[in-house]
Nanobody, 121 residues
Framework: QVQLVESGGREVQTGASLRLSCAHS????????MAWFRRTPGKEREYVGV????????HIADSLKGRFTISRDDAKNEMYLQMNNLKSEDTGVYYC??????????????WGQGTPVTVSS
């Protein structure tokens, strides 16, 4: 059974940094890709970025490049989303997912429950 648990979300001020974690129970050899998505107020679930498990390569959505990065720690079975220079429009619920590595939610059959991030001025 695949379990994904996000943590680290909280309220921060504009310009702050925050690191989200995704603890997973998936065996590494069975993972193709893990991704971060977010649901911001009034919008559909939005692609944030992905890490390909076999080689560790990452891709971040164009609008977030330069501020967000993805990494992982295999010893801890965790994936991370480092968010810098946060803006009010980053407010939302952040989800991690396991799947085929696409930029659309339908490419990921397994999801966590999400962790909320609020960026206030």
């Amino acid at each position: 059974q695949v379990q994904l648990v996000e943590s680290g979300g909280r309220e921060v001020q504009t310009g702050a940094s925050l690191r989200l974690s995704c603890a997973h129970s998936v065996r590494s050899f069975s993972i193709y890709a893990m991704a971060w998505f977010r649901r911001t107020p009034g919008k559909e679930r939005e692609y944030v970025g992905v890490i390909v498990w076999s080689n560790g390569s990452t891709h971040i959505a164009d609008s977030l490049k330069g501020r967000f990065t993805i990494s992982r720690d295999d010893a801890k079975n965790e994936m991370y989303l480092q968010m810098n220079n946060l803006k009010s429009e980053d407010t939302g619920v952040y989800y991690c997912a396991v799947g085929k590595g696409s930029m659309v939610p339908s490419g990921y059959p397994y999801w966590g429950q999400g962790t909320p991030v609020t960026v206030s001025s």
